[in-house]
DNA sequence: TAGATTGTTAATCGATTAACAATC
DNA sequence: TAGATTGTTAATCGATTAACAATC
């Protein structure tokens, strides 16, 4: 594109592809959901499956779903369609599926109790290797077939069983610590639930889910439909009516580095 | 950009924004982060706050920040920066968060149990009106302090309270027939916890949470470090290599209705 | 006034999509 | 061969970012 549009010389969709090797992101988090959906499509012994088909089960439109398989290899047959098992082990494998990843979930409350429970670990090639808990009443109890351990053994478990990941499910005011004794115990991949914003070196992924963050974005849509069938613009116009009540108020700068923690 | 460079006739970002009076979806994702370390700077009486400041709270860079806040008017001062209490207020505002949304949970068992311990809720505008389960033996349990009401009560419920925020934390194979009750009823909002593609009518918006995607796509860039570690280019040469068993089998197209849902 | 910081511009980057040549 | 469907192209769209003029 900076080289100019009409040169062929300019870089091709192949040679974009191939610099760092690199899938892009939203092509990555769409691959378990196509997953999925052929899994289940081995599960009823389906064969075949077209990209229109596999991209309606899966929720996307077929141009999308081709040009993310298309970064993976060419492992479908034109007139024909994809292979259903061959391609559940490509992406398996793509996902880094076909091998053991033992994680470890800390913060054994109501949360930390469902995804303890949940199936869907099992399934894929997630193994959970211990639960922690800095509550010491809890430690010994029985969650989801396994024993509740103490927080003084994280660093120790994660290092017998290389564990790589870790889940968070602490209250908010634990996490940051929480995160930072995994991170020092060698876990490279977080998924943090607590709804604080986790700072962690290079070289460590963190993702996270928040319950309360996706409430508030359907809330906004909700709201622009109850608006849409009033006015045309009722949202232009109380805007400008809206109280700038604190708008004098200057004041000097402050550091937020411990509101953030 | 469609209309070339160079004219000065090529519309604004001014024009572009006031089209249709859109936020875009990746503001609107990221105002409840602001909001939140906004509402830290607030609970200990932080009156201004820079853009760098917030942005470093929020785990995103300035510019991203002032970009996403200039969607929502100007409400900053020069060299001097945003007053916390009306930010935090004209963004609960326009996430629809000063009005009061009652949702009802669907599927009692460990995770929704869960979800309706999580504090999250409450603090913002959202409010547990039910808790619904088919199972009749959880009816009348109570469980953070409400009773578990049984199914059959569902679209009662949701008319006399007015709910248009419906969570889904069924099994799997629930979840679809929950959800048509749910837009039945008059629901346009749903939060699906359940690993499933659901298929709702046009003005009904649908937000997915999927534990078992997120580790997988942390389980992907998991898999890229031990690689990078190893040989340059390890990924391409082991693709070519592996088998190709299965591509022959080539066989009839399959419908997969049943499949997906 | 001098210093600070916003709001906006414009360039760049990445993702989506329709269309179709390649090919089974 | 005729029909079907992939893999790729190229256009479009949306999001990110650095830089800086406007302005408190």
Same mark, same amino acid.
């Given at each position: 594109?900076?080289?100019?549009?009409?040169?062929?010389?300019?870089?091709?969709?192949?040679?974009?592809?191939?610099?760092?090797?690199?899938?892009?992101?939203?092509?990555?988090?769409?691959?378990?959901?196509?997953?999925?959906?052929?899994?289940?499509?081995?599960?009823?012994? *389906?064969?075949?499956?077209?990209?229109?088909?596999?991209?309606?089960?899966?929720?996307?439109?077929?141009?999308?779903?081709?040009?993310?398989?298309?970064?993976?290899?060419?492992?479908?047959?034109?007139?024909?369609? &994809?292979?259903?098992? &061959?391609?559940?082990?490509? /992406?398996?494998?793509?996902?880094?599926?076909?091998?053991?990843?033992?994680?470890? !979930?800390?913060?054994?409350?109501?949360?930390?109790?469902?995804?303890?429970?949940?199936?869907?670990?099992?399934?894929?090639?997630?193994?959970?290797?211990?639960?922690?808990?800095?509550?010491?009443?809890?430690?010994?109890?029985?969650?989801?077939?396994?024993?509740?351990?103490?927080?003084?053994?994280?660093?120790? !478990?994660?290092?017998?069983?290389?564990?790589? /990941?870790?889940? /968070?499910?602490?209250?908010?005011?634990?996490?940051?610590?929480?995160?930072?004794?995994?991170?020092?115990?060698?876990?490279?991949? !977080?998924?943090?639930?607590?709804?604080?914003?986790?700072?962690?070196?290079?070289?460590?992924?963190?993702?996270?889910?928040?319950?309360?963050?996706?409430?508030?974005?359907?809330?906004?849509?909700?709201?622009?439909?109850?608006?849409?069938?009033? *006015?045309?613009?009722?949202?232009?116009?109380?805007?400008?009516?809206?109280?700038?009540?604190?708008?004098?108020?200057?004041?000097?700068?402050?550091?937020?580095?411990?509101?953030?923690?």
């Amino acid at each position: 594109m900076s080289t100019g549009r009409s040169t062929p010389s300019s870089p091709t969709p192949g040679e974009r592809r191939s610099r760092g090797r690199g899938i892009p992101d939203a092509t990555v988090a769409r691959l378990p959901l196509y997953l999925r959906a052929l899994t289940a499509l081995s599960e009823r012994s *389906v064969p075949t499956v077209s990209s229109e088909e596999l991209a309606a089960a899966a929720g996307v439109n077929s141009a999308k779903l081709r040009k993310d398989f298309s970064y993976l290899g060419s492992y479908g047959t034109r007139g024909v369609g &994809y292979d259903v098992e &061959y391609l559940v082990y490509q /992406i398996s494998r793509e996902l880094g599926l076909t091998q053991d990843w033992p994680v470890v !979930i800390v913060g054994i409350g109501n949360l930390g109790h469902a995804l303890a429970n949940y199936g869907g670990f099992a399934s894929r090639g997630f193994r959970v290797a211990a639960l922690l808990d800095a509550d010491p009443n809890l430690t010994g109890q029985q969650v989801a077939g396994l024993p509740v351990r103490h927080m003084d053994e994280l660093e120790e !478990i994660i290092a017998a069983d290389r564990v790589s /990941i870790g889940v /968070i499910t602490t209250p908010p005011g634990a996490a940051q610590q929480v995160c930072d004794r995994l991170v020092a115990a060698g876990v490279t991949s !977080i998924l943090n639930f607590a709804p604080t914003v986790l700072s962690v070196p290079d070289g460590v992924d963190v993702r996270k889910v928040d319950l309360s963050i996706e409430l508030q974005i359907l809330a906004f849509h909700e709201q622009r439909k109850s608006a849409d069938e009033s *006015v045309a613009a009722p949202e232009a116009a109380s805007v400008a009516v809206v109280s700038r009540r604190a708008r004098e108020h200057a004041a000097p700068h402050v550091t937020l580095e411990e509101a953030a923690g």
